[in-house]
């Protein structure tokens, strides 16, 4: 794994990012204060919040699309709310900048072999892209018993929250990573990705 360049402003730190489908519509909304572009809102894709039984991370996926292919600069909103999800791809180049404003938590699903590419978020692909605010909660407790790699060479290491993949100047900002599979954050062949008074937001190269 190459290592890439990332820095970290305020906040504290602790050990502890699938490819998508061009959606149909977008859906305008008013909680983003002052942004003039386009606003993509999850819910508008088929994501269900506070419903304990929906993996939402197909919906995440199109909406993603949606976002990246539109023209202009977007926001992918995530209102508040209790989200379930899955692996995710959130993957480009876009054709305008991108932010992803998260208003509310993301619960892993805490199952291993939902995440064969070996994390939870993956984020490839892109430059300029902002990451703002929530929590993503990795459900790591119940899934750690099965990490063997401190006696196993050829164990499988737990999911990464977020993997940065040929990414470059990337700002996390106020962004919570709590109860983490394995890492918070890993990347490769990425460059300028920085965190800002983001909690639980560390990087392995």
Not at 50 to 74: E, H, M, V, Y
Not at 155 to 171: M, S, Y
Request: proline content about 6%.
């Amino acid at each position: 794994m190459s290592s890439g360049s990332f820095q970290m402003f305020g906040g504290a730190v602790s050990n502890s990012f699938i490819v998508l489908g061009l959606g149909l519509a977008l859906m305008m909304v008013s909680p983003v204060v002052g942004h003039k572009g386009s606003i993509v809102d999850v819910t508008g894709f088929g994501a269900r919040p506070n419903d304990p039984l929906t993996d939402n991370s197909q919906a995440f996926i199109r909406a993603w699309n949606a976002a990246c292919k539109g023209s202009g600069s977007s926001v992918l909103l995530i209102p508040p709310g209790n989200y379930v999800s899955g692996e995710v791809f959130f993957q480009g180049p876009c054709r305008g900048p991108v932010t992803i404003n998260v208003q509310g938590t993301i619960q892993a699903v805490p199952d291993l072999s939902m995440y064969p590419n070996g994390a939870w978020f993956n984020i490839e692909s892109v430059n300029g892209l902002v990451l703002k605010g929530g929590v993503f909660n990795g459900q790591g407790k119940s899934v750690r018993k099965y990490d063997d790699c401190k006696t196993n060479p050829k164990c499988d290491p737990l999911p990464a929250a977020f993997r940065f993949n040929k990414a470059r100047n990337v700002n996390v900002q106020g962004v919570t990573v709590v109860n983490s599979m394995g890492p918070a954050a890993s990347t490769t062949a990425s460059s300028n990705i920085r965190a800002i008074n983001s909690v639980g937001f560390d990087l392995l190269h």
